[in-house]
């Protein structure tokens, strides 16, 4: 069988060969071995939190804090009062409100009404907020603004705190509003 | 140019500087350069126009230092729909003056969340992780060295025709189906990097993040990723564009554009989705009873007339070469039909070339117009049987819930009507 150092030096030979040298390679060797392994360290800074909060940093903060982060941070987008902001240049959502309107004719899709996981918020603050400055707020900041908002939407009390073990258990109004795709619908078939 | 000539002229020396950089000399240079810029339309440089082009020279090879640029007597643009904010928005391909089944890249449409960033590819890497043999981190040139593929496909936002669930709105085919383009695009099959790195067994689920202001992420179905998912550094034969995920863009061909994630960072293998912000409360469809279709992926079949449509106005009764695009998310365009009789009666249209899995095909239909008031349509169906729908038959299943209902994913049959003066518009019939 070839190895991959004595097809550099027979690389014609090699190309014909290669299909069949992989073939009988075990399943899980890699057949390149480019790239190079990754520390734990390196994958620290990413996150992505899933709804059972696997990833939740350490930490926490209430709506308390959280008043005062959403006044420095959020207002010029989404509002004093989590009203949004539809101005030119703006463009910021409609933080809470709007339960019992999606089956209406006007349903309004806020964080309240329409989001159906707690713990989306917290990655999408840590993520992409603020706006203009995004990822600059502390892992105590996010839970704190997040606090405030599902407390403004009255979903939490307004002095529970948010931390990694509570958030996930934030049972959100719209828990069950979502259902996988169903189409294709049969009756468009020829 | 000749090595070491300086131009005198500063106009050269901006045409000699490329488009794109003699744009942003201009704006730094002064009202003198800046003006002669404007003369010539977004990517074009502006000559002189001699009175007789075989009585004088023409430019010297290569004297556009080496990138080319397109004619400046040709002026088509994306255009920006009017978000509030220009950060995140989206800009829309002139369907109506493409020509063949190619996007020309500088025109491919886009959406960004945080705006477009600037990736140096030499410091860019991915990392793919989670519930693998080995976490591995890739740079550029690591991706580069896999074998790679090439295969044309479009891409097409699941936004879309957004505007016209419930009365006709934009103008032009621009406005109503620019949200769509396609691409030649060359990259790495997701496949390649799995065996490197090794799959785990009970992964199903990949979250794909970019590395935008916006941090995009979705989750992709594993299986997905598996059978057709491409990580491109291609397009149309030269790097990908920036504003369409330079250095590197995951491709899911049929599947709506946002999963299809630009700059793309990082791959994170999971056993279920992580129920991000893009994939709970925006890109779902809320039905009429209040309960919202999530991952909703597929990009069904659709069709569009582009020649004629909205704006354009026929000069007067004859012939008329009707053309558009069909596409379908789920495999290749079997046949297009069309009628100029609001769908009472249809014909076969032509495929001007042969039509490929999960890629645009361009049909033409000759047609003759007896100058008295018609309504134009265009149907696909893909070989999946699968059939474009009326508008009144999405509304019938979807529900018409306002404009935050379900406005994604609008794949209806669009009607152009030609009035008796040869004006055409967007209507509902």
């Known amino acids: ?190 | 140019m000749f090595p070491g000539r300086v131009p005198t002229d500063r106009r050269a020396f901006l045409f000699a500087a490329g488009s794109t950089a003699g744009a942003a000399a201009a704006a730094v240079l002064g009202s003198t350069a800046r003006a002669a810029d404007q003369r010539a339309p977004p990517g074009a440089q502006y000559f002189e126009i001699p009175a007789d082009p075989t009585k004088e020279l023409g430019r010297a090879v290569a004297a556009d230092g080496g990138y080319g640029s397109r004619s400046q007597f040709e002026s088509e643009v994306r255009w920006r729909y009017p978000t509030p904010n220009e950060y995140t928005s989206w800009s829309m391909t002139p369907l109506d003056k493409m020509l063949g089944n190619l996007t020309a890249s500088g025109l491919h449409f886009e959406r960004h969340h945080g705006g477009i960033p600037t990736i140096d590819p030499l410091r860019h890497m991915l990392l793919v992780h989670g519930m693998v043999s080995t976490a591995k981190k890739f740079s550029m040139a690591d991706i580069k060295r896999f074998p790679s593929v090439t295969r044309k496909y479009f891409i097409e936002c699941s936004g879309n025709g957004l505007t016209e669930w419930n009365k006709p709105t934009l103008k032009t085919v621009q406005g109503t189906h620019g949200l769509l383009s396609t691409s030649e695009w060359t990259g790495v099959q997701f496949a390649t990097i799995a065996r490197e790195v090794g799959l785990d067994d009970g992964g199903t689920w990949v979250l794909a993040e970019g590395a935008d202001a916006a941090v995009m992420t979705r989750s992709i179905p594993l299986e997905k990723m598996l059978k057709n998912g491409l990580l491109a550094y291609g397009q149309n034969g030269e790097a990908i564009r920036p504003e369409q995920g330079y250095p590197l863009r995951l491709i899911l061909p049929g599947y709506e554009g946002n999963t299809h994630i630009k700059w793309l960072r990082r791959l994170e293998v999971s056993d279920k989705p992580f129920m991000t912000r893009e994939e709970t409360s925006k890109y779902t469809d809320l039905m009429a009873n209040g309960k919202a279709r999530q991952f909703t992926f597929e990009m069904e079949a659709k069709s569009v007339i582009t020649f004629p449509s909205g704006e354009m106005k026929l000069p007067g009764p004859g012939f008329y070469d009707v053309t558009g695009l069909a596409w379908s998310g789920r495999g290749r365009v079997q046949s297009v039909e069309v009628s100029s009789d609001a769908g009472k009666t249809w014909y076969p249209a032509h495929m001007e070339s042969i039509p490929e899995p999960i890629c645009t095909v361009r049909f033409s239909f000759p047609w003759i117009w007896d100058g008295k008031p018609a309504v134009l349509q265009s149907r696909c169906t893909d070989e999946t049987g699968y059939i474009q729908p009326t508008l009144a038959q999405l509304v019938a299943i979807r529900g018409a819930n306002g404009p935050f209902g379900s406005i994604y994913h609008l794949n209806a049959i669009q009607s152009w009507a030609v009035a008796a003066d040869g004006s055409v518009t967007n209507v509902h019939a």
């Open chain 1, 1 to 190: 069988m070839f190895t991959r150092d004595a097809c550099v030096g027979a690389a014609s030979l090699c190309l014909a060969a290669l299909p069949l040298t992989v073939g009988a390679l075990a399943q899980d060797t890699p057949p390149f071995g480019f790239g190079s392994p990754t520390t734990q360290q390196e994958l620290a800074k990413f996150f992505a939190i899933p709804p059972d909060g696997r990833g939740l940093p350490p930490g926490s903060g209430d709506a308390t804090l959280g008043a005062k982060i959403y006044a420095q941070n959020c207002t010029s987008c989404h509002g004093d009062h989590l009203e949004g902001n539809p101005a030119k240049g703006v463009g910021g959502d409609k933080l809470i409100g709007g339960r019992g309107t999606l089956a209406t004719k006007t349903p309004i899709k806020t964080v309240e009404s329409y989001w159906p996981y707690a713990t989306t918020l917290f990655d999408y603050v840590k993520r992409a907020m603020p706006f203009n400055a995004p990822g600059s707020l502390s892992d105590d900041d996010v839970y704190s603004v997040v606090a405030y908002i599902l407390a403004q939407a009255t979903i939490i009390n307004p002095t529970e705190t948010m931390n990694a073990t509570t958030l996930p258990k934030v049972v959100m109004p719209n828990r069950d509003g979502f259902e996988p795709d169903p189409r294709p619908e049969m009756q468009l078939y020829r």
